[in-house]
Structures are given as structure tokens and as C-alpha cells.
């Protein structure tokens, strides 16, 4: 039986705030269901504020060894807004709001 992480965590309120407060300790992020450390983020998101595009920054994220199933939520997470143009989001032009 295969049991997810995101799964446990939603369903079990102690555990959650367990399991929130081990990520603080240790200055981890968790994005979709990778766990990713808190300095990584930060040494990768000025090389994506360089990129215009989504496919660029993810270009960039596959060279850092993340995984696409995380690139999208990942750059929302750390503050880029993405502009769709259409289905390919290797054009949608991205920019960093915060």
C-alpha cells in the first residue's frame, strides 16, 4: 500500500503541525511532494529573475536537477507571476512581484 506524504499531512492535524515545525527547524521548503532546502531557493531564484520566459526558468530548474512537476508550483511559491499566452508555457513570459 503506498500511502503520500500530502495525503498523511491533510488528513492528521497534529501531525501536520508536527511535521510544519520539523520543516522550520531544519529550513526546509515543501513543494508539491519534494522536500527542498530553504538556501537552495534562494541561490537559485536571482538566476531565475533573469529569465523572461517559463520555459527559460525551467530550463534552468532542470539543470539544477528539480523535477517539472514541481517547476510551476515552484515559481509561484517563490513569488513569480506567469502571463499565459497559450498552451505552451515554454513563452509565458514570467516576471517577480514580490
Not at 529550513?27 to 517559463?54: C, G, P, S
Request: proline share 1%.
Amino acid at each position: 500500500m503506498k500511502i503520500k506524504l500530502v495525503d498523511l499531512i491533510d488528513k492528521n492535524f497534529k501531525f501536520k503541525k508536527q511535521f510544519g515545525d520539523e520543516l522550520i527547524k531544519n529550513k526546509l521548503l515543501m513543494i508539491n511532494d519534494l522536500l527542498l532546502k530553504e538556501e537552495f531557493t534562494k541561490e537559485i531564484i536571482d538566476d531565475i529573475k533573469r529569465k523572461k520566459t517559463v520555459g527559460e526558468a525551467c530550463d534552468l530548474m532542470i539543470s539544477k536537477g528539480l523535477p517539472e512537476r514541481i517547476h510551476i508550483e515552484l515559481l509561484t511559491f517563490l513569488g513569480f507571476n506567469i502571463e499565459w499566452n497559450s498552451l505552451d508555457y515554454s513563452n509565458a513570459k514570467i516576471d517577480f512581484r514580490r
